[in-house]
């Protein structure tokens, strides 16, 4: 540098809160994120000797829950060992409530009405897709939202790489300006059409919540990864509400 210091590589960086690694995994974010999420259920846990529902839900959701949503677009992760060490957070806590232990997760989460955290990040995408879309945040990756007419507001995915290497493939699949739009594209035109926020989340919540939600969990079979893309892809999936389109 001009003033004689000399700046050494490093393997990461933080930057307001979220970690970058070089190789842009988010290995070391995700790491970090879940062992501080579980210190605090520690601390929850051993801070209150009630095992109350409604104590712990305001606990976890109050302290635990939004440790794992900060941020969630930017790292969410896609590989499911990773999808699964963010989730034993929610996991592990929630079979402490009372009554609940004796539940496997994915009928927890019915009972506790609770999205699994790979929900909730889906979500957040969707919500951020929506934001871009009527301008209420920058759009500085140039995500495209076009009136399509009849199927209504569409993203435009970007192409896939020329390089088919892991690494960058693996790179194009966990980039938001990938997910984001193909997230986006898969609710049904009701939901993308809207123009209030508050309209939209809850248009957004009602389709989520006929969706099965099974997030991949060690000992269970799964149907897919539970993305919403799989639980959608290859076909329509009965809504309801008839007046929903894919």
């Given amino acids: 540098t001009n003033n004689g210091h000399t700046l050494e590589p490093t393997p990461w960086v ?12 988010w290995s070391e974010h995700i790491g970090r994120t879940v062992s501080r999420a579980r210190q605090t259920c520690g601390w929850a846990l051993s801070v209150f000797k009630s095992r109350d529902r409604t104590l712990m839900l305001t606990l976890y959701k109050s302290l635990i829950r939004s440790i794992l949503d900060y941020c969630s677009p930017l790292w969410a ?19 402490r409530i009372s009554n609940m232990k004796e539940l496997n997760y994915w009928d927890r989460l019915k ?12 979500r957040y995408f969707m919500i951020y897709m929506f934001k871009l879309r009527m ?10 939202i076009e009136d399509t ?19 960058i493939q693996s790179l194009y699949d966990r980039s938001f300006s ?3 739009p193909k997230l986006w594209n898969c609710l049904p035109k009701l939901v993308r059409d809207q123009t209030e ?27 897919n990864s539970n993305s919403v893309l799989h639980w959608t892809l290859g076909g329509r999936w009965t809504f309801d509400r008839t007046k929903w389109t894919m």
């Avoid at 307001?16 to 842009?24: C, E, H, K, P, Q």
């Avoid at 209504?152 to 970007?158: L, M, T, Y």
């Fill in 77 to 95: 992760p896609v590989a499911i060992g990773q999808i699964q060490l963010v989730e034993s957070v929610q996991r592990t806590f929630t079979s």
């Fill in 178 to 180: 990938t997910r984001g």
């Fill in 135 to 144: 301008g209420l945040v920058p759009n500085d990756i140039g995500i495209m």
């Fill in 149 to 167: 007419g009849r199927c209504g507001f569409k993203a435009r995915v970007p192409a896939p790489p020329f390089s088919k290497t892991a690494k």
């Fill in 14 to 25: 933080r930057d307001l809160g979220v970690i970058v690694d070089a190789g842009m995994t």
């Fill in 111 to 122: 009972d506790l009405h609770l999205m699994s955290i790979q929900r909730r990040h889906e």
């Fill in 197 to 223: 926020m508050e309209k939209f989340k809850s248009e957004l919540g009602a389709f989520l919540s006929q969706i099965p939600d099974e997030p991949p969990t060690p000992g269970y079979v799964r149907a």
